[in-house]
């Protein structure tokens, strides 16, 4: 109890001494302040139900509710939800945390993911699951982003979260922006595993930082499932559209 009540004092000290700026447009006060969060670009219009993706004119209009993909080759999670386009502050956001060092952002980002996605998903979940990266990437960046992330909404939505329920069991490096989704689903197939006694029976929030193709997600959801997982439902900060 002495400790916290120092750490917390500690906190409080450092703050009127360097007062938070807003990640954004450096106002001070805190990391992300009401304005720029007000201002993200939203992930709004008709997705689809799945995997979150932009629907086609054509699918909207029959009344559609799954993209092509999904309905041809339905993905190992039930559904994904992103507030956000990758685009903008949300971009800039995600780089801060990703590549910066700024870990401290993933509290107001993860507040915002759980009150503005769609649906209940941390509702519904036992587990909240990071996306990981493999030993070699995370001792070089020194953290896990999306372990971040799972942590901080493991905590809002008064979930367990275990880091530890996957391994990325082959270092498959960044995935270029020019790649087909084809080519990122054959190059993620097989990239992880699970352990059975972390996973068995147990409903998994998957949580990462951006979705593009989804082949991340679909590779780790099945490994998940594999291991004997009920289900698998997936939160991530941004969609690339």
């Known amino acids: 109890m002495m400790k ?28 992300l302040c009401d304005g720029c969060a007000d201002d993200l670009p939203p992930a709004d219009g008709r997705r689809c139900d799945c995997c979150w993706m932009p629907l086609a004119r054509r699918t ?23 507030p956000f386009v990758m685009e903008a502050g949300a971009r800039r956001l995600a ?7 700024m870990t401290a952002l993933a509290g107001p980002m ?37 372990a971040m992330l799972a942590r901080a909404i493991a905590a809002g939505a008064d979930l367990p979260c ?17 790649m087909h989704r084809e080519e990122r ?23 990462d930082d951006v979705a593009t193709t989804g082949a991340t997600l679909d590779a780790c959801g ?3 499932l594999a291991a004997g997982a009920r289900s698998v439902r997936c939160l991530t900060w941004a969609r690339a559209d």
Do not use: W
């Open 222 to 224: 099945a490994a998940l």
């Open 110 to 146: 993860a507040q915002l993911i759980l009150a503005r996605t769609e649906g209940p998903a941390a509702q519904t979940a036992d587990v909240v699951v990071p996306v990981p990266l493999h030993r070699a990437r995370e001792r070089s960046r020194g953290y896990n982003q999306a």
């Open 60 to 82: 909207a209009r029959l009344g559609g509710r799954l993209c092509r993909h999904c309905a041809e080759a339905p993905p190992s999670f039930d559904a994904l939800r992103s």
């Open 162 to 178: 275990d880091v530890r329920a996957v391994r990325r069991t082959r270092n498959t490096g960044p995935l270029a922006k020019t």
């Open 95 to 101: 780089h801060e945390l990703k590549y910066e060092g």
């Open 4 to 31: 916290q009540m120092l750490g917390r004092a500690s906190h409080a000290a450092l703050d009127l001494l360097f007062p938070p700026q807003c990640a954004l447009c450096h106002r001070a006060g805190s990391l």
């Open 185 to 207: 689903l054959a190059i993620m197939r097989g990239a992880f595993a699970a352990r059975p006694e972390r996973a068995e029976g147990r409903r998994v929030l998957l949580v």
